[in-house]
C-alpha cells in the first residue's frame, strides 16, 4: 500500500567561467571535470533507467550559467581537447602500472571510463548536453528546473529589488531558450529566501521552489506537518521544505555515506603524488600541481596509510547504502503517516556535483536507490514537484522565514567580513543599471549592445560563487579579480552610455569575453 513520497532534487551549477583569452585557464577545469565526473554519468544514469523501462522519477535543476556553458563552441572544444589528455595519461599510467597487480586494474578503470566519455560526448550527444537533458525530460521521467541567472544570493541582492526580478526573469528566458517551455520550478540560489521573494517568482510563472528546512518549520503559522507537506506562500507559489534526515544520511562528513571508508578517496590524486616531471604535461602549464582526475586509494580510514581502491567492494558498499536509505525513508514515511493520517513526501535535495565528482559511487548509488524503490518498494513512490502538485493535495498556507542551506542557515557565508566589501558596489551598479534602463526605454545599434552588455556585467558580478569561494578561502585572489573586473567594466559601460561616447572597439573585446546570454533584454531591469 502506498504511503508517501520521495521527491529527489539534483541541484547542477557551476559559476561562468570563460577564458577565450588564455590558451590555458585553470578554473574552466571545474566545468571539464563537473562534465566528465557528474553530469554525463548522470545522464548515463537516467538513458539506462530509460532503456529499461523503470518507472522512475528525478527532478534536476540546471542552472543558466551552467547551460551557457554546456553551449559554448570554445568551451566544448576545450572540454574534447581536455579528454584527449586524460586518455593519453590513463595510456601512460597503464604502461607505468603494467606489473602492479593491486593499481594496474584502477588504471585500466578509468582509461575506460574516459574513453566511454568521450564517445558519448563527441558521438551520441554530439556535444549537445543541454539538449541530452531536453530529451530526457520529455520522457515524462525528469523535471528539469531552473535557478537565477547567475546564482545570485537573492537575500543578499533585495536591496535592489530590480535585481532579483533581473535574476529570476534572465533565468526564466534562458530556460525557455534551451527547453522551448517555461519553467514551473526553481532552486533558489543557496535555497536563499526572504519575505517577497515568491512574489517575484509567481510574475516570472515560477510555481513551486525549495527552501531549506527552518525556512518552512519557522515559518508563520508554523506548518502542521513541518516538512512533510509542501506549504503555499500567500502568494500562491508552493514551498518544498528540504528534509533534515535524508540530507544528513548523504551529506553529513560523519554520518553521511560518502564517508564511508571502502568508497574512492577524493583527495589523493596522481596529479600530487607522482614526480613532477612525470605529471607536467597533464597539470598547469606553469607545474602548478592540480588533481587529474586519476586517485588510486580508498579512504581506509582516519590515517596516511591509504589502501588501493577496490572498485568492485565499493560499488558493493553503494548497494548496501541505497537500500539503508530505502529502508530508513520507509521507516520515516510510515511514521509521519501514521501520526498524521497523510501521505507525507520527503524532499531530498542534494548539489549534483556531489554525485561522481565528490562522491565516485554516488551515481552507481543513485541507479541502485532509484531501481530499488521501482521494484521492490511498495509503500514509497519517486514524485517530481509538478506531479505532486498536480495531486491537488490540500496545502496549508505559511509566509517562509528568511533563511538558507548555508552554514547557521542565514545569509552569514555569503554576508561576512571576507566579502562585505563587494555588497556597496553591487548596489550602487545594480541602481544604475535600474536607472540606464528606464532612462532608454527603446535602443538600438550600439547603444543597444552597450546596455545589454552592462546587464550581463552585473549579473556576473553577482554570481554567489564570488562570495562564497572569499568565504571558504578556496580560490580567493581569482573570485575577487572576477567581481572587480565585471564591475569595473560596468562602470566603463555606464559612463559611455551617459555621455554619449561608447568604443565600440572596446565594447567588442568584452562582448567576446563576456558572452553569456546572447538574447538578454536589458529592458528586465524595469520590471
Same mark, same amino acid.
Request: aromatic fraction near 14%; proline fraction near 5%; hydrophobic fraction near 35%.
Given at each position: 500500500?502506498?504511503?508517501?513520497?520521495?521527491?529527489?532534487?539534483?541541484?547542477?551549477?557551476?559559476?561562468?567561467?570563460?577564458?577565450?583569452?588564455?590558451?590555458?585557464?585553470?578554473?574552466?577545469?571545474?566545468?571539464?571535470?563537473?562534465?566528465?565526473?557528474?553530469?554525463?554519468?548522470?545522464?548515463?544514469?537516467?538513458?539506462?533507467?530509460? #532503456?529499461?523501462?523503470?518507472?522512475?522519477?528525478?527532478?534536476?535543476?540546471?542552472?543558466?550559467?551552467?547551460?551557457?556553458?554546456?553551449?559554448?563552441?570554445?568551451?566544448?572544444?576545450?572540454?574534447?581537447?581536455?579528454?584527449?589528455?586524460?586518455?593519453?595519461?590513463?595510456?601512460?599510467?597503464?604502461?607505468?602500472?603494467?606489473? !602492479?597487480?593491486?593499481?594496474?586494474?584502477?588504471?585500466?578503470?578509468?582509461?575506460?571510463?574516459?574513453?566511454?566519455?568521450?564517445?558519448?560526448?563527441?558521438?551520441?550527444?554530439?556535444?549537445?548536453?543541454?539538449?541530452?537533458?531536453?530529451?530526457?525530460? *520529455?520522457?515524462? #521521467?525528469?523535471?528539469?528546473?531552473?535557478?537565477?541567472?547567475?546564482?545570485?544570493?537573492?537575500?543578499?541582492?533585495?536591496?535592489?529589488?530590480?535585481?532579483?526580478?533581473?535574476?529570476?526573469?534572465?533565468?526564466?528566458?534562458?530556460?525557455?531558450? $534551451?527547453?522551448?517551455?517555461?519553467?514551473?520550478?526553481?532552486?533558489?540560489?543557496?535555497?536563499?529566501?526572504?519575505?517577497?521573494?515568491? !512574489?517575484?517568482?509567481?510574475?516570472?510563472?515560477?510555481?513551486?521552489?525549495?527552501?531549506?528546512?527552518? /525556512?518552512?518549520?519557522?515559518?508563520?503559522?508554523?506548518?502542521?506537518?513541518?516538512?512533510?507537506?509542501?506549504?503555499?506562500?500567500?502568494? /500562491?507559489?508552493?514551498?518544498?521544505?528540504?528534509?533534515?534526515?535524508?540530507? #544528513?544520511?548523504?551529506?553529513?562528513?560523519?554520518?553521511?555515506?560518502?564517508? !564511508?571508508?571502502?568508497?574512492?578517496?577524493?583527495?589523493?590524486?596522481?596529479?600530487?603524488?607522482?614526480?613532477?616531471?612525470?605529471?607536467?604535461?597533464?597539470?598547469?602549464?606553469?607545474?602548478?600541481?592540480?588533481?587529474? /582526475?586519476?586517485?588510486?586509494?580508498?579512504?581506509?580510514?582516519?590515517?596516511?596509510?591509504? #589502501?588501493?581502491?577496490?572498485?568492485?567492494?565499493?560499488?558493493?558498499?553503494?548497494?548496501?547504502?541505497? !537500500?539503508?536509505?530505502?529502508?530508513?525513508?520507509?521507516?520515516?514515511?510510515?511514521?509521519?503517516?501514521?501520526?498524521?493520517?497523510?501521505?507525507?513526501?520527503?524532499?531530498?535535495?542534494?548539489?549534483?556535483?556531489?554525485? /561522481?565528482?565528490?562522491?565516485?559511487?554516488?551515481?552507481?548509488?543513485?541507479?541502485?536507490?532509484?531501481?530499488?524503490?521501482?521494484?521492490?518498494?511498495?509503500?514509497?513512490?519517486?514524485?517530481?514537484?509538478?506531479?505532486?502538485? $498536480?495531486?491537488?493535495?490540500?496545502?496549508?498556507?505559511?509566509?517562509?522565514?528568511?533563511?538558507?542551506?548555508?552554514?547557521?542557515?542565514?545569509?552569514?557565508?555569503?554576508? $561576512?567580513?571576507?566579502?562585505?566589501?563587494?555588497?556597496?558596489?553591487?548596489?550602487?551598479?545594480?541602481?544604475?543599471?535600474?536607472?540606464?534602463?528606464? *532612462?532608454?526605454?527603446?535602443?538600438?545599434?550600439?547603444?543597444?549592445?552597450?546596455?545589454?552588455?552592462?546587464?550581463?556585467?552585473?549579473?556576473?558580478?553577482?554570481?554567489?560563487?564570488?562570495?562564497?569561494?572569499?568565504?571558504?578561502?578556496?580560490?580567493?585572489?581569482?573570485?575577487?579579480?572576477?567581481?572587480?573586473?565585471?564591475?569595473?567594466?560596468?562602470?566603463?559601460?555606464?559612463?559611455?552610455?551617459?555621455?554619449?561616447?561608447?568604443? *565600440?572597439?572596446?565594447?567588442?573585446?568584452?562582448?567576446?569575453?563576456?558572452?553569456?546570454?546572447?538574447?538578454?533584454?536589458?529592458?528586465?531591469?524595469?520590471?
Amino acid at each position: 500500500m502506498l504511503t508517501g513520497y520521495l521527491c529527489l532534487v539534483l541541484h547542477a551549477h557551476l559559476p561562468y567561467i570563460r577564458h577565450p583569452e588564455y590558451e590555458y585557464f585553470l578554473e574552466e577545469h571545474w566545468f571539464y571535470e563537473a562534465v566528465t565526473e557528474t553530469y554525463i554519468p548522470l545522464i548515463e544514469t537516467m538513458e539506462n533507467l530509460l #532503456k529499461d523501462n523503470i518507472d522512475f522519477r528525478l527532478t534536476v535543476s540546471l542552472s543558466p550559467t551552467l547551460l551557457e556553458m554546456l553551449n559554448d563552441n570554445l568551451l566544448q572544444c576545450r572540454y574534447q581537447r581536455y579528454l584527449t589528455r586524460k586518455i593519453e595519461l590513463a595510456d601512460k599510467e597503464i604502461m607505468r602500472l603494467r606489473s !602492479d597487480p593491486e593499481f594496474l586494474p584502477v588504471a585500466r578503470m578509468y582509461k575506460k571510463k574516459f574513453e566511454k566519455i568521450r564517445s558519448l560526448y563527441d558521438t551520441r550527444y554530439k556535444k549537445d548536453i543541454a539538449g541530452v537533458f531536453k530529451r530526457i525530460q *520529455e520522457s515524462g #521521467k525528469v523535471e528539469i528546473i531552473t535557478t537565477a541567472a547567475t546564482h545570485g544570493f537573492l537575500p543578499n541582492l533585495s536591496v535592489n529589488p530590480e535585481s532579483v526580478k533581473a535574476q529570476v526573469h534572465a533565468a526564466a528566458d534562458c530556460y525557455r531558450r $534551451n527547453f522551448g517551455r517555461s519553467p514551473h520550478g526553481m532552486w533558489i540560489p543557496e535555497c536563499g529566501y526572504y519575505h517577497g521573494l515568491d !512574489d517575484i517568482l509567481k510574475e516570472a510563472g515560477i510555481t513551486y521552489f525549495f527552501l531549506d528546512t527552518h /525556512g518552512l518549520i519557522f515559518g508563520r503559522p508554523a506548518p502542521k506537518y513541518g516538512t512533510y507537506l509542501p506549504a503555499r506562500c500567500p502568494s /500562491g507559489v508552493v514551498a518544498f521544505g528540504r528534509d533534515a534526515d535524508s540530507a #544528513k544520511e548523504v551529506w553529513s562528513s560523519v554520518e553521511g555515506y560518502p564517508g !564511508d571508508y571502502n568508497y574512492r578517496e577524493y583527495y589523493r590524486d596522481i596529479g600530487f603524488d607522482l614526480p613532477l616531471e612525470y605529471v607536467k604535461p597533464y597539470i598547469h602549464p606553469d607545474g602548478i600541481r592540480i588533481n587529474t /582526475g586519476m586517485k588510486y586509494y580508498r579512504i581506509t580510514g582516519k590515517t596516511h596509510d591509504k #589502501k588501493p581502491y577496490k572498485k568492485k567492494m565499493a560499488i558493493e558498499k553503494a548497494k548496501e547504502h541505497a !537500500d539503508k536509505f530505502i529502508s530508513n525513508r520507509a521507516r520515516q514515511i510510515k511514521y509521519i503517516a501514521g501520526l498524521f493520517d497523510i501521505r507525507p513526501v520527503i524532499t531530498a535535495t542534494y548539489d549534483a556535483e556531489l554525485f /561522481g565528482h565528490w562522491w565516485f559511487e554516488g551515481t552507481y548509488w543513485l541507479d541502485f536507490l532509484i531501481r530499488k524503490i521501482a521494484s521492490d518498494s511498495k509503500t514509497i513512490k519517486l514524485i517530481t514537484p509538478s506531479e505532486y502538485l $498536480n495531486l491537488n493535495t490540500a496545502l496549508q498556507t505559511v509566509m517562509p522565514t528568511q533563511s538558507s542551506w548555508g552554514w547557521k542557515g542565514y545569509s552569514e557565508v555569503w554576508l $561576512n567580513d571576507s566579502n562585505e566589501w563587494i555588497y556597496p558596489h553591487l548596489h550602487k551598479a545594480a541602481g544604475r543599471m535600474a536607472e540606464l534602463a528606464r *532612462e532608454y526605454p527603446c535602443a538600438s545599434g550600439i547603444l543597444l549592445r552597450a546596455l545589454n552588455q552592462a546587464a550581463r556585467e552585473l549579473l556576473l558580478a553577482q554570481s554567489s560563487d564570488w562570495a562564497f569561494i572569499m568565504k571558504m578561502k578556496t580560490a580567493v585572489d581569482y573570485a575577487k579579480k572576477r567581481n572587480k573586473e565585471h564591475l569595473e567594466r560596468f562602470d566603463v559601460l555606464y559612463n559611455s552610455i551617459k555621455n554619449g561616447l561608447i568604443d *565600440e572597439g572596446w565594447l567588442s573585446s568584452i562582448e567576446r569575453k563576456d558572452n553569456i546570454f546572447k538574447e538578454i533584454d536589458y529592458k528586465i531591469y524595469r520590471m
